[in-house]
């Protein structure tokens, strides 16, 4: 994939572009797919609540020499606005450009 993001799944509602956006920002992603999986977990408590199930593949320089927690952290401060009431649970890949075979 290239410097542009792709969305494997998209919402009415503009969540996967918010996460989007604010993964963009943050961490300026060399690639970046949101999808939406909410629709996989229909009847689950977060469903009911509002928040969505969601996962995201972030390549980026800014996890170059970071471990996996540090990554998963800044991906989870990137969204911190959207935890809780847009995002009930968030599934990541974090990798860095390196690693990409």
């Not at 969305?7 to 961490?27: F, K």
């Not at 609540?49 to 952290?73: D, I, P």
């Amino acid at each position: 994939m290239s410097a542009a993001d792709t969305s494997m799944n998209t919402r009415a509602d503009g969540r996967v572009e918010r996460i989007r956006a604010a993964l963009q920002a943050a961490l300026a992603p060399v690639e970046l797919s949101v999808g939406d999986d909410s629709h996989l977990h229909a009847g689950h408590a977060g469903a009911a609540s509002g928040g969505g199930h969601y996962s995201v593949r972030v390549v980026s320089e800014r996890f170059e020499g970071q471990r996996l927690v540090m990554r998963h952290r800044l991906v989870y401060d990137a969204v911190q606005g959207m935890m809780h009431t847009d995002i009930h649970a968030l599934a990541i890949t974090a990798l860095a450009p390196s690693e990409l075979s």
